[in-house]
C-alpha cells in the first residue's frame, strides 16, 4: 500500500447495517484514528443480483462517506462467497468434499476453483469493479476475494488435474516413471484412468494415502488452481487500472497453499494475525517472519487481527489490557507498515457476531477496546512514517519449503510424532529467544547474504536446492541439516546411495537406518559437557569426511556410540548435522555456540521475556523493545539513541521496559558499529 504513514484501520461491513447509522460509525473511527477501511469484502450477492445485472450505488454510498472523512480504502472483489442464484442456475460451481460429496450452497470458498462459470463470473465482477471505480484516489489497494483456503474434489477438479499433468510430465512414460507405478500394479495406460486422489481412491483415512506422490502433485495442482483465480481478477483489475496494487490476505503458516509461490504473483503480502490464548510471543513472530520472507524481505500488511477477542476457539479469552498494542506493535517490528483489525463494528447475526470489534453492539466510545484503541490510534498518528518499507537485516535463516511440509505430511512413517512446523518452530524460537532476526526462506530464495542457515527435516531436495547449498557452505556459510532430511527428490521418490541423498557428500555422514522413538522415551547425548534428550529419531550414521562434534554419540540402545552431531568443512564454510530433535535448551546451546562462530549476536541484549527486533532505512536503524511479562525489565543498549515513542534521548547503557510496554529507539545511520548485528 502507497501511504505516509503506518495505516489504521481495517475491515467495514455497513451492508449489515441500516445506513443511517453510517455517520455515527465514522464518527467513532475518526475519533480512534482510523485511516483506511478494507470494504466490500463479502458484497457480490448485493452487487450481482442477477447475472447481467450490476448494482454498486449503496457501495458509491459507503465510498463517498470513506471519502469526506478522508479515509483510504482497501478495495475487496467480494468473490469469496458466490450468490445463492449462482449455485441454483450453475450447481456446478459447488465444491465437492473430500468423501466425494458435492456441497449445497452455504458457507464462504464454496466455490470449485477450476468452475469455468466461477472463474468467469469473479473476473468480471473484479473487472467490472475496477471499471466502476479506477478514478477513485482514495483506494489504495485491491483486496482480491479473501483468505483463500480448502480444496475440492469434483469433475471439473479430476480433469483440470489431468490437463496439469501433462503439461508438467508431457508423457505417461515420464509420469509412471516419476510416481514410480510399478508400486502396486499403478501403471497408467491412458490419462483418463488417472483419479484424483480422495477416500473414494487412495486414501485410507483423511490423514493417511497409499500413494503419496499423487496426493503431493494434487496439493501442488490445488494451489496451483486457487491461485490461477487470483490471477484472472488481478488481470481484470489491471486491465481498468494498470498500476492498481493488489494483493490477498495471507493466513501464516496455511499448509494448503503454497504462499512462497503465491507471493510471486502479489504486489505486497498481506496476512490475518489471529494466534491462539497460548501462542507464544516467538510462535506468533515465525509467522510475522515468514509473511516478511515471502517476498526477499519486503514489508507486508497486518490485514486483519482481532482488537479484543476472536469466536472459533475453544476458549475465547479477552486480550488482556497492552495486549492489543503490544501484539500491533509487535506486527510493525517484524516488518508490518500497517495495522489492521477485522472488525469495524461488530455484527449482530452470522457466526461472528462475538468476534472482537472496534465497534461494539453497545455501539458507544465508553468500551475498553475502543478506549485502548483511540489511544493506539494517537499513537500511530504520532509515530508517522519513519519505518515505512524499512527492512530487517537478518543474517540468520530457516529453510522452509510448502512442498517439503506436503511430502513430510504424505509419508507413511517413520513416527506418528514427526512433524515439519513444530521442528522448524524449535529452531526460531531459539533464535528468536536470543533476540536474534531470522528470515524464512525458499530454498530457491538467494542465501549469500546469510551467515547461517537452518533446515531442519529436510525431507525432500530437489537437485537445484542441493546446488543452492553447495555455493552457500562453499562460500563460508554455515548450514545445519537435521535427521529426516535428503530422503525423497522432488517427485517423492526415496534416493539410493545413502541419505541425505543429495547432501550427502556436503554433510560428510551417510545414514543407514533411523529408529523411531515412541512417545515417552528418550536416548541421550553429550554436547559441551552437557547431557541432552534425544526425541522422535535417531539416526544411524557413518562418518564420511565429517568430525563428530559430540562427546560420546548416543548413550544408549545398541547403536551407543553412533555420533548425533556431526561437522563437515566444506569450501570455506561448513555444514553440521545433527541426528536427532532434542530440548528446548539444547537448541538454544547449541545455536548461541554456532552465532557465535557465525559473528551474528543479539540485536540487543534484553531480560528473558523481552523481544528485540531492528528495522533498517536510508533514516537509520530503529531498534523495537517488547516486553510481554507482567513486571519491569531491562535491556542494554550500546549506543545513544532517540526514543520515538517518548521523543526523548536515550543515553547508551541498561534501561528498563514496563510491564507490557514497547519502546522504539532510533539510531542514525552511521553511528552503529558494524558489528552490533
Not at 517 to 528: D, I, K
Amino acid at each position: 500500500m502507497k501511504t505516509d504513514q503506518i495505516l489504521y484501520g481495517g475491515d467495514y461491513n455497513p451492508e449489515q447495517w441500516p445506513e443511517d447509522i453510517w455517520p455515527e460509525d465514522m464518527r467513532l473511527m475518526k475519533e480512534a484514528g482510523v485511516n483506511i477501511l478494507t470494504l466490500n469484502v463479502f458484497s457480490w450477492a448485493a452487487l450481482q443480483p442477477a447475472e447481467e445485472v450490476y448494482d454498486f450505488r449503496r457501495l458509491d454510498r459507503v465510498l463517498a462517506l470513506a471519502k469526506e472523512n478522508g479515509m483510504q480504502v482497501c478495495m475487496a472483489t467480494s468473490t469469496a462467497a458466490h450468490p445463492a442464484w449462482m449455485a441454483k442456475k450453475y450447481p456446478e460451481i459447488l465444491r465437492t468434499d473430500f468423501g466425494g460429496i458435492r456441497r449445497k450452497f452455504g458457507g464462504r470458498h464454496n466455490s470449485c476453483p477450476n468452475s469455468a462459470v466461477y472463474r468467469t463470473m469473479a473476473a468480471r465482477l473484479a473487472g467490472k469493479l475496477a471499471e466502476h471505480y479506477k478514478e477513485e484516489t482514495c483506494i489504495t489497494a485491491w483486496h482480491i476475494s479473501n483468505e483463500y483456503g480448502g480444496a475440492c474434489y469434483c469433475e471439473n477438479c479430476e480433469a483440470a488435474f489431468r490437463v496439469w499433468l501433462r503439461e508438467k510430465y508431457h508423457t505417461l512414460d515420464a509420469l509412471n516413471a516419476a510416481w514410480d507405478t510399478a508400486v502396486w500394479s499403478h501403471t497408467f495406460y491412458d490419462w483418463d484412468e488417472i483419479v484424483l486422489p480422495d477416500t473414494r481412491s487412495e486414501y485410507i483415512d483423511e490423514n493417511r494415502t497409499q500413494f503419496p506422490v499423487i496426493t503431493l502433485d494434487y496439493r501442488r495442482f490445488m494451489s496451483d488452481s486457487m491461485l490461477a483465480c487470483f490471477c484472472l481478477e488481478k488481470e481484470a483489475i489491471r486491465a481498468q487500472i494498470p498500476d492498481a496494487r493488489v494483493t490477498t490476505n495471507f493466513m501464516g503458516f496455511y499448509e494448503n497453499l503454497d504462499y512462497q509461490k503465491w507471493a510471486q504473483a502479489m504486489d505486497f503480502v498481506s496476512w490475518d494475525n489471529y494466534p491462539s490464548n497460548e501462542a507464544s510471543y516467538a510462535e506468533i513472530g515465525m509467522s510475522h517472519d515468514l509473511m516478511r520472507s515471502l517476498k526477499q524481505g519486503q514489508s507486508f500488511a497486518l490485514m486483519e487481527q482481532t482488537p479484543s477477542v476472536t469466536n472459533w476457539l475453544p476458549y475465547n479469552a479477552l486480550k488482556r489490557p497492552g495486549m492489543m498494542r503490544l501484539l500491533s506493535w509487535q506486527a510493525v517490528a517484524h516488518g508490518s507498515d500497517t495495522v489492521m483489525f477485522f472488525q469495524m463494528r461488530r455484527s449482530t447475526g452470522g457466526c461472528e457476531m462475538l468476534h472482537g470489534a472496534l465497534i461494539d453492539h453497545v455501539g458507544t466510545d465508553q468500551t475498553r477496546v475502543f478506549r485502548e484503541a483511540a489511544r493506539l490510534g494517537r499513537e500511530l498518528a504520532a509515530f508517522g512514517g519513519c519505518t515505512l518499507g524499512a527492512r530487517t537485516p537478518a543474517r540468520a535463516a530457516i529453510l522452509f519449503s510448502w512442498e517439503n511440509w506436503w511430502a513430510i505430511d504424505a509419508c507413511a512413517g517413520p513416527s506418528q510424532d514427526l512433524s515439519y512446523l513444530p521442528e522448524v518452530q524449535n529452531y526460531y524460537t531459539a533464535l528468536r529467544e536470543m533476540n536474534i532476526d531470522t528470515d524464512l526462506i525458499s530454498p530457491g530464495d538467494d542465501l549469500s547474504k546469510y551467515r547461517l542457515i537452518l533446515a531442519p527435516y529436510w525431507f525432500m531436495v530437489k537437485e537445484e536446492w542441493a546446488e543452492a547449498a553447495r555455493a552457500f557452505v562453499s562460500g563460508g556459510g554455515i548450514l545445519v541439516i537435521t535427521c529426516f532430511s535428503g530422503i525423497v527428490d522432488e517427485n517423492d521418490l526415496a534416493v539410493t546411495g545413502g541419505y541425505p541423498g543429495k547432501l550427502k557428500n556436503l554433510a560428510g555422514i551417510w545414514v543407514e537406518e533411523s529408529d523411531a522413538l515412541p512417545e515417552g522415551t528418550e536416548n541421550s547425548f553429550l554436547y559441551q559437557g552437557n547431557r541432552y534428550p534425544a526425541r522422535i529419531l535417531c539416526d544411524l550414521l557413518h562418518l564420511s569426511g565429517a568430525a563428530q562434534m559430540d562427546l560420546g554419540g548416543f548413550e544408549r540402545d545398541f547403536y551407543r556410540g553412533c555420533p548425533v552431531i556431526t561437522r563437515n568443512l566444506y569450501g570455506s564454510g561448513a555444514c553440521w548435522y545433527i541426528a536427532t530433535t532434542s530440548s528446548r535448551q539444547f537448541y538454544h546451546d547449541f545455536l548461541q555456540d554456532l552465532c557465535g562462530q557465525a559473528g551474528i549476536r543479539p540485536v540487543l541484549t534484553a531480560s528473558e521475556g523481552v523481544e528485540v527486533t531492528c528495522r533498517e532505512n536510508e533514516g537509520g536503524r530503529y531498534y523495537f523493545i517488547l516486553n510481554y511479562t507482567d513486571r519491569a525489565q531491562t535491556v542494554y543498549c550500546p549506543w545513544e539513541t532517540e526514543d520515538l515513542l517518548k521523543h526523548t534521548v536515550c543515553p547508551a547503557g541498561i534501561m528498563e521496559i514496563k510491564a507490557k510496554d514497547v519502546m522504539i529507539l532510533r539510531q542514525e545511520t552511521g553511528k552503529q558499529e558494524p558489528a552490533a548485528i
